[in-house]
């Protein structure tokens, strides 16, 4: 069975970095595209990119081109989320999920079970 | 305009059957995209649900009731998630997405109280 394994929760201050994971487990996981999904608090989803772990080919969501950035180390099968300089409008849950077959435009099948970001001062 | 536009909230009564819609802008095609249906409850991630294009191009996902299922309305735009024999525990936010433009877009979501 496909998992998806995301790290704690982090807290952090206005301007601080901060780097998540999505640690994927299953047969041949670098062969699918892993999603970075963002929930603000009461709010619904938006994609935020996606990125295929055997070459590391990334796209990002318009909204989201330029604001963090989406990494993967296929080795150890884990996918990243990444901000260089954190705001409070940060401030969100964020899932990671898994293409359900090979390619871009195939939906998301299995969700890791998000991880917490807060930024306050 | 939004991409996705789905109703705020519904309400349904136990064992009646629920239509949850996703109406697609005027300029998308609903009949040319595969739209999927998610379940989140409080405190949970997403869920997926189903996949659905037309009835030779569906999808259920693993474990799902076969009380959900899929249809669309080619007229009207609109994809929906038909929910029959309503149970408490299908009480939770539904969303709905499509791939579109290069990237993927969910709807604003709809509460589904049953009561």
């Known amino acids: 069975e496909v998992q998806l394994e995301q790290s704690g929760a982090g807290v952090r201050k206005p301007g601080e970095s901060l780097k998540i994971s999505c640690q994927f487990s299953?047969?041949?996981?670098?062969?699918?595209?892993i999603a970075w999904v963002r929930q603000m608090p009461g709010k619904g989803l938006e994609y935020m990119g996606v990125?295929?772990?055997?070459?590391?080919?990334?796209r990002y969501g318009p909204s989201f081109q330029g604001q963090v950035t989406i990494s993967a180390d296929k080795s150890i099968r884990v996918a990243y989320l990444q901000w260089s300089s954190l705001k409070a409008s940060d401030t969100a849950i964020y899932y990671c999920?898994?293409?359900?077959?090979?390619?871009?435009?195939?939906?998301?099948?299995?969700w890791g079970q998000g991880t917490l970001v807060t930024v306050s001062s | 305009q939004a991409v996705l536009t789905q109703p705020a909230s519904l309400s349904a009564s136990p064992g009646a059957s629920g239509s949850l819609t996703c109406t697609l802008r005027s300029d998308i095609n609903v009949d040319a995209h595969r739209i999927y249906w998610y379940q989140q409850k409080p405190g949970s991630p997403p869920h997926y649900l189903l996949r659905?294009?037309?009835?030779?191009?569906?999808?259920?996902g693993s474990g799902v009731p076969s009380r959900f299922s899929g249809s669309k309305n080619s007229s009207a735009n609109v994809g929906i998630l038909v929910i029959s024999a309503l149970q408490s525990e299908d009480e939770g936010d539904y969303y709905c997405?499509?791939?579109?433009?290069?990237?993927?877009?969910f709807g604003g979501g709809t509460k589904l109280t049953v009561l």
């Open positions: 999920a898994k293409s359900s077959k090979v390619g871009i435009n195939w939906g998301f099948d299995s």
């Open positions: 299953g047969d041949s996981l670098t062969k699918f595209w």
């Open positions: 659905y294009r037309s009835d030779s191009d569906k999808e259920l």
């Open positions: 990125i295929y772990p055997d070459d590391s080919d990334t």
């Open positions: 997405m499509i791939w579109h433009s290069s990237a993927w877009v």
